[in-house]
């Protein structure tokens, strides 16, 4: 069989080439992970909601439109991890070794992501022309960030993982939702949006720290590596810190009404996840953070969600 060369990775010809089922093609945009959209595109619509009518097909516009995104950004990230190596048979997991497994194959995985992140281009045309410049800025940073996160720039295997993601998963999500429902004004959703981008960034961390050792071998930068495994779980902790500080912060300030404090509901979880959480804590339970952040992504950003939502009926 004749092999073609992708980077450091063999590849068949077209025509030897797995087609894959729509099954695995879904479970390679990683739908469990779509709440990282959902979540600050949610989070911007409820603060305009605080002062302005609810648009509802602009709200669902700008939902699709994130998702894509997010989808985009999952199958291009699992080519770039394929192509460069970094994926291997003993690195990844059951749900996002499609490429390395030989199920699907990495030519058309770009495609596919390519095709997505112009699909989220179709689905915020519309909105983008209603939200205006400040919607433009946020959607083309937006846009290259997921074209770059292992692509091209591969900024992820430099180091610049979580910066970037803070801001793309966090800011420049919640902005535009809230410009596109007719907000106005830039502190009231960037500092509230922050929360977001710090759970998020507990996503990446969680699996940094769990892969210091591969990612070392691969020869790739992440803050974990440069923080070892205390500092890492440490920054992990902080993270947690941050996002509460700010919520009751606003809420104190009068920013944002009381039902916003609807995370300390979570906080039970939080607590048993990080107490006792070091540097000498058995492998499993590191290896189990990544889960676990995901759940703390969703339920908290939920909450808070929510609780802003209620504020418009109660204060």
């Known amino acids: 069989m004749t092999m ?55 709200f669902l516009l700008t939902l699709i439109g994130g998702v894509l995104m997010q989808a985009a950004v999952n199958y291009l990230n699992t ?14 997991t059951p749900s996002c070794g499609q490429l390395v497994r030989g199920e699907l194959d990495a030519p058309t995985m770009r495609l596919v992501g390519l095709c997505t992140l112009a699909a989220a281009a179709l689905f915020g ?64 959703p960037l ?3 922050l929360p977001v981008g710090c759970l998020v960034v507990g996503i990446l961390q969680a699996n940094d720290l769990r892969d210091i050792a591969h990612d070392l071998s691969a020869k790739i930068d992440t803050p974990a590596i440069k923080l070892g495994l ?24 009068g920013w944002l009404g009381y039902f916003a404090l609807l995370p300390l509901l979570a906080l039970p979880m939080v607590y048993k996840t990080l107490h006792g959480l070091s540097a000498d804590s058995p492998r499993e339970r590191l290896e189990a953070l990544e889960l676990i952040a995901g759940k703390l992504h969703f339920l908290i950003g939920a909450l808070y969600t929510v609780g802003v939502f209620l504020s418009a009926f109660f204060n």
Do not use: H, N
């Open 4 to 58: 073609l060369t992708l980077s450091s990775r063999p590849v068949a010809p077209p025509s030897e080439r797995p087609t894959g089922s729509l099954k695995q093609w879904l479970l390679a945009s990683r739908p469990w992970a779509f709440t990282a959209a959902i979540v600050p595109v949610s989070l911007g619509a409820g603060l305009a909601f605080t002062q302005l009518p609810f648009r509802p097909l602009l």
């Open 79 to 92: 080519y770039g991890d394929f192509i460069s190596g970094v994926d291997t048979a003993e690195s990844v």
């Open 125 to 188: 045309a519309y909105p983008l022309w209603v939200g205006g410049w400040p919607v433009l800025v946020c959607g083309v940073i937006g846009f290259l960030g997921v074209l770059f996160y292992t692509t091209f720039f591969s900024y992820k295997y430099k180091g610049l993982g979580p910066l970037f993601v803070f801001f793309l998963m966090g800011p420049l999500m919640v902005l535009p939702s809230w410009y596109i429902q007719g907000g106005s004004g830039f502190w009231l």
């Open 191 to 193: 500092v509230a949006s």
């Open 230 to 253: 205390a500092g890492s779980i440490t920054f992990y902790k902080a993270l947690y810190v941050s996002a509460y500080s700010v919520i009751i912060g606003l809420v104190l300030l």
